[in-house]
């Protein structure tokens, strides 16, 4: 089945630094959504892409999909405390199918 | 607009017992996701329903859980004959369907705890 993945399992920085996360599936997605959840929350969404090579950025959050539409990056532009969270990039295959989340990059930003 | 609504929010069982959990999916929303968290793990998907249908259950196991979305009413899990391995939040979200796109935005409640002593 699909499977994606995601690296670094788990990133601390300081504040002002930044930070990366990467997503990659196994099979090409139809399109590819990114949560955010914070400790002892519920996952949000921050956004989605569909187009192969889309860039997209929100304040200091840029996100990336693959031209080949198999991996996708978060980027966090000097980092603040309230960065802290777990990042989940989810993605999809086909018109109205699940999402698979991928597994994770947790992020610890200390002062 | 209320958002996608889950209860109850923590939920203690002995094991044996039966877990139902509910979830009434936002406002205008048909389309029904259930997701299983293990303590500092990611989000595995269960089964993705349609009111009255269940489009996608592969990520169900085979026995002791069942999922419903009548056409009235909230979607419910059903876990039956409860074991301390089914203790994890479970995650309920909800989409409008229509973007034609994958799934869209997923709109997630805030989860139902289960502890099973």
């Known amino acids: 089945g699909q499977q994606v993945m995601q690296i670094p399992q788990y990133q601390h920085v300081q504040e002002g630094e930044d930070f990366t996360t990467y997503c990659n599936s196994s099979?090409?997605?139809?399109?590819i959504q990114w949560y955010k959840q914070r400790p002892g929350g519920h996952p949000v969404f921050l956004i989605q892409?569909?187009?192969?090579?889309e860039v997209k950025k929100q304040k200091r959050l840029t996100f990336q999909f693959g031209e080949a539409k198999k991996n996708s990056s978060l980027h966090i532009t000097a980092t603040q405390t309230t960065d802290v969270g777990t990042y989940f990039c989810?993605?999809?295959?086909?018109?109205?199918?699940?999402?698979?989340f991928g597994t994770g990059t947790r992020l610890q930003v200390t002062l | 607009n209320a958002g996608v609504m889950q209860n109850p929010r923590h939920l203690v069982r002995r094991r044996g017992q039966e877990a139902r959990l509910r979830c009434s999916p936002m406002?205008?929303?048909?389309?029904v996701y259930w997701y299983r968290q293990l303590p500092e793990e990611g989000l595995k998907f269960m089964v993705y329903?349609?009111?009255?249908?269940?489009?996608?259950e592969s990520g169900m196991p085979k026995e002791r859980f069942s999922a419903e979305f009548p056409k009235e009413g909230p979607s419910i899990l059903r876990i039956q004959q409860v074991v301390r391995g089914d203790s994890a939040a479970y995650f309920c979200?909800?989409?409008?369907?229509?973007?034609?796109?994958?799934?869209?935005?997923?709109?997630f409640g805030e989860g139902s705890r289960l502890t099973v002593l």
């Open positions: 099979t090409t997605l139809s399109n």
């Open positions: 329903l349609q009111k009255e249908n269940i489009i996608d």
């Open positions: 892409l569909v187009k192969s090579g």
């Open positions: 989810a993605g999809a295959t086909g018109t109205a199918s699940k999402l698979t």
């Open positions: 979200a909800s989409s409008p369907g229509t973007s034609g796109i994958g799934a869209g935005e997923l709109f």
């Open positions: 406002k205008g929303h048909s389309h």
